[in-house]
């Protein structure tokens, strides 16, 4: 049973530049959380995505943005990159009845914006 | 916005000793949630106590969660080495939030053989 796998692992933009993010969840799950993880920080929650909708977001602006695929694999775009989005991008899985209960992660993107 | 604050930031301890963690939260919850993080890696869940309960075990952990002081502490007996992570509490909120869980900074747990 494959749990939640992200990719690329590892990424490096350049200011201004565009990024995708894919993820896909865990079997059975039809829930997908997004979360940014700068460095020493906790992770903060960027949106969630059920049915193909972001459901809930949270304090990011507009340049960031997702999608939700009918197979439930999801796609976090950042748009005009600045140094600040510098972090690990974490995807986590839930199923819709119990989207604050227990999460399973991927391992992440680490994203590097120069 | 951080809902849960960790104490310490830093911890380090010999294999074998006891680790205790805390964590301080501000608004309603309907539970909270313990997370273990490898070096940059991904968050693996360790235990979830609801707001009904008090005290929770599984394994070597053991969750304690006090509604009144809106705080919850970590105990990690007998630590080993391969126990060095950061880990976080999460909050699952209730009402309008309900979707997502809110992540404290974590402590940073080191375990010296």
């Known amino acids: 049973d494959a749990g939640v796998t992200q990719s690329p692992t590892h990424l490096i933009k350049t200011r201004g530049q565009q990024v995708t993010l894919r993820c896909s969840p865990k079997?059975?799950?039809?829930?997908v959380s997004w979360y940014q993880q700068a460095l020493g920080q906790g992770p903060q929650f960027i949106f969630q995505y059920y049915e193909e909708e972001e459901r809930q977001r949270g304090n990011f602006p507009d340049r960031f943005s997702g999608h939700q695929f009918p197979n439930y694999s999801s796609e976090l775009n950042v748009n005009a990159l600045l140094l600040g989005d510098s972090a690990l991008y974490l995807c986590?899985?839930?199923?819709?009845?119990?989207?604050?209960?227990?999460?399973?992660f991927g391992s992440g993107t680490q994203l590097s914006v120069l | 916005s951080q809902q849960g604050e960790e104490d310490p930031q830093a911890l380090s301890i010999q294999e074998g000793e006891n680790a205790t963690m805390n964590c301080s939260y501000k608004t309603s919850i309907n539970n909270l949630q313990w997370y273990r993080q490898n070096s940059g890696r991904g968050l693996v869940h360790l235990i979830l106590?609801?707001?009904?309960?008090r005290e929770k075990h599984s394994g070597r952990l053991r969750v304690t969660l006090d509604t009144s002081k809106k705080s919850s502490s970590l105990l990690i007996t007998a630590s080993r080495a391969a126990d060095t992570a950061s880990y976080f509490c999460?909050?699952?909120?209730?009402?309008?939030?309900?979707?997502?869980?809110?992540f404290g900074k974590g402590t940073k747990l080191s375990v010296k053989p």
């Open positions: 999460a909050t699952g909120l209730n009402g309008g939030s309900q979707g997502n869980l809110i």
């Open positions: 986590a899985s839930s199923v819709s009845l119990a989207t604050n209960e227990k999460l399973f």
């Open positions: 079997s059975g799950h039809d829930t």
């Open positions: 106590i609801r707001s009904n309960e």
